[in-house]
């Protein structure tokens, strides 16, 4: 089991869209680095942070679970979809994506501000400058700190 956190603009799709639909695939998807750990690494049960970006109070704002491995994303097969990708096709998928599950909302939003100031999450992708994946992996002790501040809230 491994955990991640996948970012989302909550007015494209947020936590409560997903607690709406129970489950939905992560689709969309058009980064090689995000593909890669999508295609390879994440896995059947693992843990993902849900964290809202490009909106006014961006953070992690739930939690969800991996329902279904990777598949190829078939939205890229699909020339009506805003995800199409013309050198993309069934027999040679370029882009893939899982199937998560709403878990819960998190107690109210660890904003990145509050995690920058972490310093357990000093090594963590989303708080370094200039990192713009939409998945990336959160060690074990990295997944607790940010559980454990969303219990005891700071004044940041």
């Known amino acids: 089991m491994a955990y991640w956190l996948f970012k989302t603009e909550p007015d494209t799709f947020s936590i409560d869209t997903l607690r709406t639909q129970t489950s939905s695939c992560w689709e969309g998807v058009r980064n090689y680095q995000a593909r890669n750990m999508l295609r390879d ?24 679970k991996v329902v279904k491995a990777a598949y190829p994303d078939h939205f890229a097969f699909d020339a009506e979809s805003d995800y199409y990708d013309s050198k993309s ?64 809230p700071s004044q940041v």
């Open 89 to 152: 096709s069934p027999d040679n998928p370029r882009w893939f994506m899982v199937d998560i599950e709403f878990v819960r909302k998190t107690e109210r939003l660890i904003s990145l501000a509050v995690m920058k100031a972490m310093p357990e999450l000093a090594d963590m992708p989303l708080v370094k400058r200039g990192n713009r994946l939409s998945v990336m992996p959160v060690t074990e002790s990295q997944w607790q700190a940010i559980l454990d501040k969303e219990r005891r």
């Open 41 to 64: 690494e994440v896995k059947l049960g693992d843990w993902v942070l849900i964290y809202h970006s490009s909106c006014k109070k961006v953070g992690v704002a739930g939690i969800a």
